[in-house]
């Protein structure tokens, strides 16, 4: 989980590739009318984000089966987001909060091509943001690289790199 630009899809994609995963992306899961708001430069409310929500505890987080594994990337900014995807999930269902710097995440939007994420939204991320508590979540910094980043959520997982 984190704001846009953090590292959520590529370390994810990391992760669920070594620790034999499945892998969501749940920008993906966006319904066209959001996906062209938010490359409009318009944040999204709570009120556009809670039927995606819903579609990602129903068809991804609960259509896990009992001893698989889902490594979803998700951004989960407020803590009643979080509530709602872990509601009824059970005790394997694990947040790691990429967290870094607002100037390092944007500097990374800008570098990056083909998202429809405007760097201009990141304020409004950063905004909406309720950085998750030690009882809530695992914060992970996104400073080392990449590869950095996904050899510390696998020790965390107890996988090694």
């Known amino acids: 989980m984190g704001v846009s630009g953090c590292g959520k899809t590529v370390v994810g994609e990391a992760v669920a590739a070594q620790w034999h995963a499945r892998f969501e992306d749940a920008d993906k899961w966006h319904t066209p009318e959001a996906v062209a708001k938010m490359a409009a430069g318009h944040p999204l409310s709570d009120a556009d984000r809670l039927p995606w929500l819903q579609r990602l505890k ?40 990429l967290a870094g710097p607002q100037s390092l995440i944007a500097a990374r939007m800008a570098a990056r091509t083909g998202h429809y994420m405007p760097t201009s939204l990141l304020d409004s991320q950063f905004a909406a943001l309720e950085p998750p508590g030690a009882e809530e979540a695992i914060t992970v910094s996104i400073d080392p690289s990449i590869g950095e980043i996904t050899a510390n959520v696998l020790a965390i997982l107890g996988q090694p790199a």
């Open 58 to 97: 129903t068809q991804i987080i609960d259509a896990t089966p009992p001893g698989g594994r889902t490594v979803l990337a998700c951004s989960a900014l407020r803590k009643s987001y979080r509530d709602l995807l872990r509601a009824d999930a059970g005790p394997d269902l694990l947040f790691i909060h």
